[in-house]
């Protein structure tokens, strides 16, 4: 029933630590979904008992979509949340960290009702209390991932008091590394940025503190900072 944390490393080096949440917070989630869709429901009853013979087809139609367009559409295009995960401070992702796309929003919110077998999300409990991050069967077959979604950490911008051409032309997948460096090393530690920087020794010609310093200068420099 505890969180647990899913450890990844990016194609770029970078350990991640996704805190995969738990099945308590999920089910608090889940229930705080369930009533705004029934007061979704109330309301759109509501207004549609004034239409006279078509407004139970369409109380249909707009159940329909409640039940199943509502987690599918915001997770795919508000970040993984719902309302209730956003309450919760939840996220749905991929389980490499990545964002969830809509192919995989459909696919763990399709196989929720196998999840809810044979009743009360009976086998959905028994898949999150089995396996070490929490998923249930959906998330399983979609390769998603429940996390307590984190805060995004503030935005360093490499130092901007140094700007250095680079001494040799450089082919575009240099280029791209250079700058992807410049706008996430603030975020790494002083090891892992001097790590990476070392790489780039025969570019900058110098290891250690003063081939990130160089390596932050050209990345300025590339990004037009001055």
């Not at 077998?117 to 209390?129: D, W």
């Not at 979609?142 to 051409?165: D, K, Y």
């Not at 160089?214 to 001055?226: E, K, P, S, V």
């Amino acid at each position: 029933m505890l969180d647990t944390t899913r450890d990844v490393l990016t194609p770029e080096g970078v350990a991640l630590q996704l805190p995969a949440a738990g099945p308590v917070p999920r089910a608090v989630a889940w229930g705080i979904d369930l009533a705004v869709r029934l007061a979704a429901l109330s309301v759109s009853g509501m207004v549609l008992a004034v239409i006279p013979g078509m407004g139970g087809g369409i109380q249909l139609i707009v159940m329909f979509l409640v039940y199943w367009a509502y987690p599918i559409v915001l997770e795919a295009l508000w970040d993984g949340r719902t309302v209730g995960k956003r309450v919760l401070g939840l996220q749905v992702v991929a389980a490499d960290g990545g964002p969830v796309g809509w192919m995989a929003a459909i696919a763990r919110n399709l196989l929720r009702t196998v999840d809810m077998l044979p009743f009360g999300y009976a086998l959905g409990l028994l898949s999150c209390l089995a396996d070490a991050h929490g998923r249930r069967l959906g998330d399983l077959a979609a390769g998603t991932l429940v996390v307590h979604a984190q805060r995004e950490p503030a935005h360093a911008p490499a130092p901007v008091n140094a700007v250095l051409a680079p001494p040799l032309p450089l082919r575009p997948d240099e280029h791209a590394a250079i700058v992807a460096f410049g706008e996430r090393a603030p975020r790494l530690t002083p090891e892992r940025q001097q790590e990476l920087a070392d790489i780039a020794e025969p570019l900058t010609r110098a290891r250690g503190q003063a081939g990130v310093l160089r390596l932050y200068g050209i990345a300025n420099w590339l990004l037009g900072r001055t």
